[in-house]
């Protein structure tokens, strides 16, 4: 078999698979012989940054030298970016390995009545059973969707969990509420389990402290203050910690997005948990500041930016991070799915950023918002011109040849980010 055979059956699995209960993941890991349980695990939940809190995390085990693996979604433009083990990602052809290795265990399953793993499961499976073949201590999780139901969550017993801000997005399937929304979130939490979060708004809040409080856990707050001194240099952000245990430490980020602190000071607090005493944040210090992490707030060419903002609470985060350089001509590329808000993202765009003008585009999925219909949403709440191009190939060269000094934005969908990127790849290469 080859890779792209393997990664066009994995593609064609949620044609004829539903969603499964986490019974099932459990089976699942059972007859991939528990992989899981030979490691520790760090499992992160979250709205937004949550693939953030797993890279530094991932940086600074390795920076301390320990062997860690790493699992995050979705992808940006190949399938292996979602399985890392030791800082790169998995080959093609331990990727076909793993799969044909996993699907031997399926077709097992499927003969004794299981259901088929679902994209998902299949795809958390492979990764269990790399990092347990490679012997990685640590193996960093990040839930597909949610928490409380995701097939990360099978994992009965981690080292540590960890939520990030929260927001509200896949309201179809998490709730209408933040309170409902928390609770999925908050539903990787587990009995002697220590459970660290980003503070966020006082309801979603309160339930994950309540829910740690009937657990009869530890629980931290990382409030907004727990960082100071946030500024933009070039294209780093640096900042310090209001935590004494830091000293005078001043850390930067490869990022200029300013929300990417909080996500490191998230991500400082549960290595402090792991690692105690033996801790050096020294080395943590250079690991983050090394730390690339695609597809947010990422310079893909010069002057255009991608970012992963897909729903309401990013984009403020976004708005925030874009003012915080000073004043600079802008123009915005945007495109969503069809279930995301993007109503209420262009309106908080067009109200709190002035753009020179707009570009729509729509996504190569089933799923896409229709660039028209974006279109009308733009205009709806700014004057300035909106320009509809349904090709992002065209999109791209569009904004390009009218970029005359301006630094343009690419938001509103993390498939729109993977296909800009990669665009931007094809004509680095030309």
């Keep these: 078999m080859t890779y792209d055979e393997a990664v066009e059956y994995i593609l064609k699995i949620p044609k004829f698979t539903k969603k499964n209960s986490l019974e099932h993941t459990k089976a699942f890991l059972y007859f991939l012989g528990n992989p899981e349980q030979g490691m520790k695990v760090i499992h992160v939940a979250g709205t937004n940054g949550k693939g953030s809190v797993c890279v530094y995390i991932d940086a600074m085990l390795r920076s301390e030298g320990r062997s860690a693996g790493l699992f995050v979604s979705p992808h940006l433009i190949r399938m292996n970016e979602r399985i890392r083990i030791r800082g790169e990602q998995i080959s093609d052809s331990e990727f076909v390995r793993v799969f044909e290795q996993v699907m031997e265990k399926v077709r097992e399953m499927e003969r004794l009545g299981f259901p088929h793993p679902t994209f998902f499961e299949m795809l958390f499976g492979m990764a269990m059973t ?68 980003s503070e966020g708004e006082e309801t979603s809040d309160q339930v994950i402290e309540s829910r740690a409080a009937r657990l009869g856990i530890s629980c931290k707050k990382i409030g907004k203050n727990a960082f100071e001194n946030l500024r933009i240099e070039h294209k780093n952000i640096a900042f310090s910690c209001t935590n004494a245990y830091y000293g005078t430490t001043a850390w930067k980020l490869r990022n200029t997005g300013l929300y990417q602190a909080e996500n490191a000071v998230l991500a400082l607090e549960v290595m402090r948990s792991l690692l105690g005493e033996s801790a050096c944040p020294r080395l943590w210090q250079k690991a983050l500041a090394e730390v690339t992490w695609e597809g947010r707030m990422e310079e893909i060419l010069p002057g255009i930016y991608i970012d992963g903002a897909h729903n309401l609470n990013a984009v403020v985060r976004f708005v925030q991070s874009v003012r915080a350089r000073g004043p600079h ?48 949403a733009f205009a709806r709440y700014t004057d300035r011109p909106v320009a509809v191009i349904e090709s992002p190939r065209d999109a791209l060269h569009y904004v390009r040849k009218h970029q005359d000094g301006r630094v343009v934005y690419c938001l509103g969908s993390l498939y729109l980010a993977g296909m800009l990127k990669e665009l931007a790849e094809e004509e680095s290469i030309c």
């Design 130 to 197: 790399a990092f347990a073949e490679a012997g990685v201590e640590f193996a960093v999780l990040e839930t597909g969707l949610g928490g409380r139901l995701d097939a990360t969550n099978a994992v009965e017993h981690p080292a540590v969990t960890a939520i990030t801000s929260i927001g509200m997005d896949h309201r179809e399937i998490l709730g209408d509420t933040l309170e409902q929304i928390a609770a999925e979130k908050a539903g990787i939490l587990k009995k002697d389990v220590p459970v660290f979060y």
């Design 329 to 376: 001509r802008i123009a915005v590329l945007f495109s969503a799915v069809q279930e995301k808000a993007y109503e209420e993202m262009t309106a908080y765009l067009c109200r709190n950023l002035e753009a020179d003008y707009y570009v729509v585009t729509q996504i190569a999925d089933s799923r896409a918002a229709d660039a028209e219909q974006l279109s009308e």
